[in-house]
């Protein structure tokens, strides 16, 4: 069965987002090793058949192709916990889960650029793709994964194409440089500097060549500075030469997100000679110590600031854009409805083709080579004008959600079963245990998702080993 688990943006803090996906990078090795290690324990059928893990800045989401629904939301809870660091009840807090039509509706909305801070944004569809890419060159894919995210794909080119909607497509990045240039009244002629080496720092300093503005410059905490910049056309800032390059800064675009570099009284005369700076800190992990946002003359827009209503006011594109959605999500459950009955229609193509095959040897051994090749040749035509009928009507049955009364019909007629092991998606699981919901709902299945303050955060890890997520971050 399909089933996903999600943290975003939506109901938690980036901070809580930053200490989630923390060594996210290793999390599908460790769902594999977990899931072996629990189907060598209980001697069944391994657990998961795929997986694909999707982490951004603002969100981290496990796609499963799984046995057993509540055994592989477990799973992940336990592979989050050991990647991240973080106690597992807040982990299990932090997350909600769902099966079947919930989840291609998520997906294909969230790669559509419709659930992201930024509304229309283009990375998030690309960012999607790379997941699906390192799962399908990990061997971690299934067909039911395969079909899941190609119509992803699809949805997301057609609404960006049919739908622009928010940001229409451009990045993330663009839309902060907006409102940069509207606190600066424009961008032209202005100097920056670019704190990072990243997808961002690239988006943004080519945004900022483009809007005609000077003096580029480039600081890397990490020391890539200077190999980004000349790939770049900017000028690399040492570590020394840092207070000197905010001084004359009137934009400041802070994307390293390898946590605190910049401090306040490094921004004490930052915009003293034009009026203010604009910090535009777009990293997950914050380049800035919390007090800079409190500093006169120092104007800063963080990622959060960037979901304002105006980004998701009614757009006429919306209701086009969400029946696009609706129409892949349909596409993908009539995909998965007619491969429910391929394995009927493979078994009766073998049926046939092994009686077709034992009497072209029998004519073989009475006429001439050359008559019984004809008569082969016969036997295959006329055999794929009788099949063509009953697997139309076996699509369409499918197609229409009869899938499960032609399965029993074909095992009436024909005395082959082919649905042996397989279980029902909306009952209860094997076991006796509770029926798996109906959409999505967190996991400790106890109050519907709801935002996680950071008072209780605080509160729930207090109990997590070194302090609690803040120290651990």
Known sequence: MLAALRATHEHLDLDMLDALTRDADSLPAVLEELALERTRHDGGAPLLAGQVVVSTCNRLE???????????????????????????????????????APVPQHLYEMTSGLRSLVVGEAEIAGQVRQ??????????TTSMLHDLFQHGFRCAKQVATQAPVGAAGRSGAAVALDRAAAALGGLEGRSALIVGTGAYARLGLAELT????????VFSPSGRALGFAQRHGARAVEAGELDEALAAADLVLACSGRGTSLFPEQF??????????????????????????????VTVIGLADLA??????DDPALATARAIVAENVEAFRVQQEVRRIDPAMAALRREVAEAADLEVDRLRREVSPETADQLDRSVRRILAKVMHQPAERARHLAETGFADDYV??????????????????????????????AGWMRVDRTVPPAVLSGALLARLSGRADGGGVSGGA
Request: charged share 30%; net charge negative.
């Open 62 to 100: 496990v796609y499963l192709d799984t046995e057993r629904f509540h055994e592989g939301i477990e799973l992940v809870i336990d592979a989050v916990t050991r990647t991240s660091g973080l106690d597992r009840e807040v982990v299990s807090l932090c997350f909600d889960a769902a099966m079947d």
């Open 131 to 140: 997941a699906y890419e390192v799962a399908r060159r990990g061997g971690r």
């Open 210 to 217: 483009r809007r005609g503005a000077r003096d580029l410059r």
């Open 268 to 297: 004490l005369g930052a915009g003293a000679s034009t009026g203010g700076v604009v910090v535009l800190d777009l990293a997950l992990h914050s380049d800035l110590h919390p007090l800079v946002r409190h500093l006169k003359g």
């Open 308 to 313: 304002t209503e105006a980004d998701r006011a």
């Open 408 to 437: 029993e019909a074909f095992h009436t007629i024909f005395g082959i079963d082919i649905s042996a092991g397989r279980e029902v998606a909306h009952g209860p699981e094997q076991g006796g245990e509770s029926p798996v919901p």
